[in-house]
C-alpha cells in the first residue's frame, strides 16, 4: 500500500505525490500524511502540504497540524499551510486564529494568501473582517486584492467595510 511507503524515508516524496494524484479517494490517509507535516525534511513537508489539501476533500483531519505549520513554517511551508488551508476550508478556531495571524506576516504573499483561505472558508473567518479590511491599505496590490475578494465572502456588510471597499475603488 502507498500509505506503508509513507514509513520508508526513501519513498515518501514519490508516496505522499502518488497519493496527492489520488485524490479524494485517498483521504483515509489524511492523518498520516498530517503527521508528515512535522518532518524535518523539507521536501516531505512541502509535499505533504500540497498532498493534504488534494486528499482532504473537506476532512478537517490536519487541520490542526497545518495550522502549527503555517505558525513555524519558514515562508515556503506557511505557503504551502496556506494552500492546503484553502482547499481543506477548515473552520475550527485554531485554524482560524492561524489564518489571522498570518494577514500580519512580514511576507506580502503569506499575508494575500491568508486572507485567500479565510475567504475560501466564508462567513467562519468573518473575526478577520477588520484585518482584512487594515489589509485594503497594503503596499502590494496582489495582498489588497485577495484582501477584497475575502471580504466578499467572510464580511458582515458593515457600514466601516462597505465604506472602506468603496475607497479603494477610487
Known amino acids: 500500500l ?5 514509513e520508508v524515508e526513501s519513498d515518501r516524496v514519490a508516496a505522499l505525490r502518488s497519493l496527492q494524484n489520488i485524490g479524494c479517494a485517498a483521504e483515509a490517509a489524511t492523518p498520516r ?3 508528515l507535516l512535522e518532518s524535518p525534511d523539507p521536501d516531505v513537508t512541502h509535499q505533504a502540504a500540497l498532498t493534504v489539501g488534494e486528499i482532504a476533500c473537506g ?3 490536519a487541520a490542526p497540524e497545518l495550522a502549527a505549520l ?19 476550508k477548515a473552520t475550527d478556531p485554531e485554524t482560524v486564529s492561524a489564518l489571522i495571524e498570518a ?7 503569506i499575508r494575500g494568501k491568508a486572507a485567500y483561505a479565510l475567504g475560501q472558508i466564508g462567513p467562519a473567518g468573518a ?12 503596499p502590494f496590490e496582489s495582498t489588497r486584492r485577495q484582501s477584497a475578494w475575502a471580504l466578499g465572502w467572510v464580511g458582515t456588510g458593515q457600514t466601516e467595510t462597505v465604506t472602506a471597499l468603496v475607497t479603494t475603488l477610487r
Do not use: C, P, W
Open 59 to 61: 476532512s478537517k483531519l
Open 2 to 6: 502507498l500509505t506503508d511507503l509513507l
Open 33 to 35: 500524511v498530517a503527521k
Open 103 to 109: 494577514l500580519s506576516d512580514a511576507e506580502s504573499q
Open 70 to 88: 503555517l505558525r513555524r513554517g519558514n515562508r515556503s511551508e506557511k505557503y504551502r499551510a496556506l494552500f492546503a488551508m484553502a482547499k481543506v
Open 127 to 138: 473575526a478577520a473582517e477588520s484585518k482584512l479590511v487594515a489589509l485594503l491599505t497594503d
